[in-house]
């Protein structure tokens, strides 16, 4: 397991942007699977987006074409750009690692073994 803590959260406007970092206790996470997850008050976690050792990304329906996710490219850290934000993006929002190396489908379904403590995000009318 490795150490994630998420920054860059805080309050914004409907409309506005913020970026979320998710930095790991280990110099690369380029062999995992990552996700970014949310949870808000009352509500069950859901999946935001995922990104594999490869690039490639899956974003669940209500994000795409407003945020996108992305690592550096040792995968330390791992980004979240939020654009055209709505108050009912307001949550609290965890980065999640799987064990490395990973070699299977990466999704919101995969094995994270290491998550982050989150970081709130809130977002006014």
């Known amino acids: 397991q490795v150490q994630l803590v998420e920054s860059g959260g805080g309050s914004v406007q409907a409309g506005g942007s913020l970026k979320l970092s998710c930095t790991a206790s280990?110099?690369?996470?380029?062999?995992?699977?990552m996700a970014w997850f949310r949870q808000a008050p009352g509500k069950e976690r859901e999946g935001v987006a995922t990104?594999?050792?490869?690039?490639?990304?899956i974003y669940a329906d209500s994000f795409k074409g407003r945020f996108t996710v992305s690592r550096d490219s040792a995968g330390n850290p791992l980004y979240l750009q939020m654009d055209n934000l709505k108050p009912e993006d307001t949550a609290t929002y965890s980065c999640?690692?799987?064990?490395?190396?990973?070699?299977?489908?990466?999704?919101?379904?995969?094995?994270?073994?290491?998550w982050g403590q989150g970081t709130q995000v809130t977002v006014s009318s």
């Open positions: 999640a690692a799987t064990f490395s190396p990973f070699t299977g489908p990466c999704s919101f379904s995969s094995y994270f073994t290491s």
């Open positions: 280990t110099y690369t996470l380029g062999r995992r699977c």
């Open positions: 990104i594999n050792a490869d690039g490639s990304t």
